[in-house]
């Protein structure tokens, strides 16, 4: 008996032996092949609503790296009055280069529930026309619902620029489920709570005194409004607003020479017919010839400040806070009030510092020749926008970098630039890739990673030609615009 029953289970035995070597060697292949495929992760994100059910024993914690976000549910039912919105084109299953963008927007979302957001997140998406999907793929899916982050989808259009996306960050003046949005830019990272704008602009908000208008816009060196981050009061009238100015532009530009843009009236105001001026940190002017005029800087700055009138704009360590005049044929807003250095006192603190403004702030003797004392007020300090080349994955890295006696030594320049936000950025990517096991090769990023994502997709500036398409797109009750009103260059 005994070794008949010996006998029966060898054969199982290597039976199993052989199953198992089986999947083990399936997995493997499986694994060469996706890497062989040239895409970023080695596998799919396992398992993601698995590991966020772990993840709500967490306690909230602002040194853990952890996602401390809740999942978004399936729902346009908000949670919140207020709101953030990112919006990305150019998405495209085979040019993995978008993928930065993905990463940058969860890395923010994981930043604001660290810092104790409550506010919904909201992500509008437009696939690429060569893109095969009509739905953005399912690994970006699963990560974004998993960090708390509803997606809208946004249809194709038959070409796409940098210019289409900047119309797309006006959605938000739609969103009329919302007292407050605030849009971000998918490059760059919130650095504290910013959920005090929208406290700080609501009435209702008892705890904080309104001393911020329902619109809130920033001013550069060289622009009146930087289109990284605004904030709006959305609702129909502002939305039909921008809808019919778009539209309105549409028309005149018709007749316009290259660049088919007025520089003295712009969107529909004339500064020095109404002896007025637009104001930036370095200089006060009255054309429309500031840089992205022509398209989201231009276009918010005017409805902001010339159709809403209800307006904060922050120029560095200033507040100005402008209301509509009495007789609603004038156009020119009058200042409702006047602050200097009052958004200091309600920002939480900083997750990191930029532009040596820890330093600044302390020792101005060394650090005056800077000259970036304006970046050190908040807005400008509360957020990090990796514009142009500054793109953290689209850089070298190296894990030496987040290495604490590298933190230690490099004590007297962390602050510098983007130095210390850019680090945040790779701390988030390395712990999200660690979580949800993203099999991102940062041992190799530089040799593997990087040069599939040096490219935006959609380049780094908006041109004028991309123009045409854009106008003809904007609102889904405009008619499509068959003549090509922008030639290209
Ligand atoms: C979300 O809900 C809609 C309709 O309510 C449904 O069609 C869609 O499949 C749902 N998506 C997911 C990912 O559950
Ligand atoms: C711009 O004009 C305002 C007054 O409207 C003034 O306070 C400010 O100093 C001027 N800025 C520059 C850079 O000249
Ligand atoms: C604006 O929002 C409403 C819902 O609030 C929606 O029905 C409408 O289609 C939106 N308009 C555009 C152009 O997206």
């Known amino acids: 008996m005994r070794t008949q029953q010996k006998q029966k289970s060898t054969p199982r035995r290597v039976e199993m032996l052989f199953i198992g070597i089986s999947i083990f060697f399936v997995m493997f292949i499986g694994m060469l092949n996706s890497k062989a495929l040239g895409t970023v992760y080695n596998q799919e994100p396992m398992n993601v609503e698995e590991v966020k059910k772990e993840e709500l024993n967490v306690e909230k914690d602002q040194k853990s790296t952890k ?15 207020y709101a953030y919105v990112w919006v990305m084109g150019g998405i495209n299953e085979n040019k993995p280069a978008y993928k930065g963008f993905i990463w940058d927007i969860l890395i923010s979302a994981r930043l604001l529930c660290r810092t104790g957001s409550t506010a919904d997140k909201w992500l509008y998406v437009r696939l690429s026309p060569e893109s095969n999907r009509e739905e953005i793929p399912e690994e970006d899916r699963k990560l974004l619902t998993a960090h708390g982050i509803r997606i809208i989808h ?3 259009s038959r070409t796409e620029s940098f210019g289409q996306i900047t119309y797309d960050k006006f959605h938000i003046l739609n969103m009329t489920d919302y007292k407050r949005v605030m849009f971000l830019d998918a490059d760059t990272i919130p650095l504290t709570n910013m959920d005090y704008f929208f406290h700080l602009s609501d009435p209702d908000h008892k705890d904080t005194p309104t001393i911020l208008k329902p619109f809130f816009l920033y001013a550069t060196l060289k622009e009146p409004c930087q289109g990284g981050m605004y904030m709006v009061e959305p609702s129909t009238w502002m939305y039909e607003k921008y809808v019919e100015t778009v539209k309105d532009q549409h028309e005149k530009a018709k007749d316009l020479p290259y660049p088919h843009f007025n520089k003295g009236i712009g969107w529909g105001y004339h500064f020095k017919q109404h002896r007025d001026h637009w104001e930036s940190i370095s200089a006060n002017m009255t054309r429309w010839s500031f840089y992205a005029a022509h398209i989201d800087q231009g276009l918010m700055f005017y409805l902001a400040k010339y159709i809403y009138k209800d307006v ?24 409702d009030s006047l602050y200097f250095d009052i958004l200091e006192k309600y920002q939480p603190p900083l997750l990191a510092y930029q532009f040596y403004c820890d330093k600044y702030k302390f020792d101005r003797a060394n650090y005056l020749s800077i000259g970036k004392e304006w970046k050190c007020h908040p807005p400008y300090d509360s957020i990090a926008h990796f514009a142009g080349g500054s793109k953290p994955w689209q850089k070298t890295f190296s894990l030496y970098r987040l290495q604490p006696s590298t933190i230690r030594r490099m004590k007297r320049t962390y602050s510098a630039n983007l130095y210390a936000p850019t680090n945040l950025w790779w701390q988030e990517l390395v712990a999200m890739n660690d979580e949800y096991k993203l099999g991102i090769d940062l041992e190799h990023w530089n040799t593997k990673v990087l040069p599939l994502m040096e490219e935006s997709p959609l380049g780094a500036r908006a041109l004028y030609k991309d123009q045409a398409e854009v106008i003809a797109n904007v609102g889904q009750d405009i008619e499509e615009h068959k003549e090509m009103v922008v030639r290209s260059e």
Do not use: D, F, V, Y
């Open 67 to 81: 996602n401390l976000c809740q999942p978004s549910l399936n729902t346009t039912e908000p949670s919140s009055p």
């Open 312 to 335: 904060s704009i922050a120029i560095g360590n200033k507040l100005q806070n402008w209301k509509p005049a009495k007789g609603i044929a004038r156009r020119k807003p009058i200042l």
């Open 154 to 156: 946004l249809k194709k």
